[in-house]
Structure formats: C-alpha cells, structure tokens
C-alpha cells in the first residue's frame, strides 16, 4: 500500500507539472491582448503608453518560459496570483467558484448513481428480458443525446411550459435541481450499463456457481459474492468521472447560468485572464487525481475484503 501511493504521488506531480507547463504555453496563444483587455474592464482608455504601463506591471513582454517560472515559483508558496479582471486573489475566486461546483457535482453523481445501481442491477439479474432491453434502449437514447440539449429539453417542459423549476440561479434547491438532473442523464448510461455487465460476468465464474450449489440464499450470494464484486469499476469509473463532472460542468454552468468553475472559466476566456485560466486547470488537475486515488483505494479494499 506505502508503495502504491508513494508512485501514485510520484506520478502524480509528474502529470500535474507536464500538464501545467503545456496549458500555460498554450493560453499564451490566445487570440487577444490581455492588457487591452485588463483596461477595458476598468474603464480606461486604451493608449499606447497604456497598455504599455499594464503589460509592464503584468509581466507580458517577458518570455514565456520565464513567465512560467514566476507563476511556479509563486504556486509552490500556495500564491496564485490576482485576477486581471477582479484584481481578487485568484484562490478566492476559484473556491467562492468550487462550492457551487462541488454541490453540482456531488448531487448530479448522487442522482446518477442511484438510478444506475437501481437499473443496472434490475437488468444485470434478468439479461435479455423485456426489461432490460427497455432499460438499455432508454440509457442508450440518453447516452447519444448532447447533455445541452437535454437541458434546454428539461428548460422547456419544466421551467417554460410547466413553470415548476426557475431557469437560473443558485439560491434554494430548486435552482439546483434541473442542472444536477441534467448532468445525471448525461453520464447514468456509461454506470448502467458496466455495472450490468459486470453483474453478467461476476454471476459466471465459478465461486458464485459453486455458492449455489452450498445452497446460499440468492439474495447472500447477489449482496456478498456478485454485487460486492461486480461494483468494483463502477467505483473506478465513478471516480474518474467525479474529476471529469467537476471539468466537464463547464457547458451545463453556462446554459444553467450556474455561478460555478465553468461560468467563471468562460468569464476568464473571454476576458484573456491569465492566472484564473491557469488556476482553474491546475484545480481541475488536481481534483481529478485525487478523485482517481480515491477510487483506487476503495477498489482495493472492496477486492481484499471481498475478492
């Protein structure tokens, strides 16, 4: 186990400095100036000496690489930098951004989650029936459906036409609902239909043929034999996937008017904000990894306790 997560670090770090080194030159290749930019969000006129004085004071005429080094120099001392556009430390405005991704996330993988163990557990002990061909059919309808267009969908009947959930927001749990719905639908197929899968195959090797024949009640030989086995890459994936939903939340934010990561991403992006860009992707790195190591962890201990 020291090992396992002594490499993990390793490998980690590695990752995390190869992927921040490559966004960092990258960003620099936007289209734009950030210093035009920089005073027209305060209102200043754009001159010559103007943009001038901001690039100097932003560090914009010196080489990337040396850029780079500053910025590297400055997160190893947990500094971030200020926000072009705010002049906010970038930390605040990415944590004050996180809650309400974090919520968003914990709540569309805990719908997601629930449907999928219901689903694909009912498919998983009846193969091949009606039922699990309506409930494949239905996941795969989903999974081919971009999640924006079912959450324009769900705008249209229940905020539009049936007036029950508000369109934009962030204040109550109603706010919360359609957007952590949508994100759900987005992903439930790729969780439903492993975990049916999985089930099929677990229900196959000899231990659980051989658990019947002792005479196990089924529902002992599903819990502790099938099901403790089979969920084993539904925690993986759930995992990866809790990292790529905090990512991934950017175009369901934006059509939500959610005032998570993703909206500030887009904010950040259109007025060339540097250090909130790069922040913003060293936090979804990182949360990613750890989400991954998590996920990791449990599988072991699912494997050794009941492998």
């Known amino acids: 186990m020291k090992r396992f997560i002594v490499?993990?670090?390793?490998?980690?770090?590695?990752?995390?400095?190869?992927?921040?080194?490559?966004?960092?030159?990258?960003?620099?290749?936007?289209?734009?100036?950030?210093?035009?930019?920089?005073?027209?969000?305060?209102?200043?006129?754009?001159?010559?000496?103007?943009?001038?004085?901001?690039?100097?004071?932003?560090k914009l005429y010196d080489p990337v690489y040396m850029q780079y080094i500053y910025w590297l120099k400055n997160v190893i001392r947990l500094d971030l930098g200020?926000?072009?556009?705010?002049?906010?430390?970038?930390?605040?405005?990415?944590?004050?951004?996180?809650?309400?991704?974090?919520?968003?996330?914990?709540?569309?993988?805990?719908?997601?989650?629930?449907?999928c163990l219901l689903a694909g557990c009912y498919a998983g002990t009846h193969p091949?029936?009606?039922?699990?061909?309506?409930?494949?059919?239905?996941?795969?309808?989903l999974n081919s459906v971009p999640s924006f267009i079912i959450g324009f969908l769900l705008i249209s009947v229940f905020s539009v036409y049936l007036h029950i959930f508000p369109v934009q927001g962030a204040s109550s749990f109603l706010h919360l609902f359609l957007p952590s719905l949508t994100m759900a639908l987005g992903y439930v197929a790729v969780y439903t239909k492993l975990l049916r899968n999985s089930i099929i195959d677990v229900s196959q090797k000899p231990f659980v043929v051989f658990a019947y024949t002792r005479g196990l009640k089924k529902w002992e030989i599903f819990w502790k034999h099938i099901f403790m086995n089979a969920i084993s890459p539904v925690v993986t994936m759930a995992g990866l996937e809790f990292g790529g939903v905090i990512a991934g939340s950017l175009v369901i934010e934006n059509v939500f008017a959610?005032?998570?990561?993703?909206?500030?991403?887009?904010?950040?992006?259109?007025?060339?904000?540097?250090?909130?860009?790069?922040?913003?992707?060293?936090?979804?790195?990182?949360?990613?990894?750890?989400?991954?190591?998590i996920a990791e962890t449990v599988c072991m201990r699912v494997r050794r306790r009941w492998g």
């Open 82 to 115: 200020y926000s072009y556009l705010t002049k906010a430390p970038v930390a605040v405005e990415l944590f004050r951004a996180f809650k309400y991704t974090l919520l968003l996330a914990l709540s569309s993988m805990s719908m997601g989650i629930i449907f």
């Open 7 to 58: 490499n993990y670090l390793k490998d980690s770090l590695i990752l995390i400095a190869a992927a921040s080194l490559i966004s960092f030159f990258l960003i620099r290749f936007m289209p734009g100036d950030p210093a035009a930019t920089y005073l027209s969000s305060r209102g200043i006129p754009v001159t010559p000496e103007s943009l001038h004085a901001v690039a100097e004071e932003l």
């Open 258 to 293: 959610w005032p998570g990561l993703g909206r500030l991403v887009i904010i950040a992006i259109h007025g060339r904000d540097y250090p909130v860009i790069q922040g913003y992707i060293l936090l979804t790195m990182t949360g990613f990894i750890i989400c991954n190591f």
């Open 128 to 141: 091949d029936s009606r039922s699990d061909y309506s409930i494949r059919f239905c996941v795969l309808t």
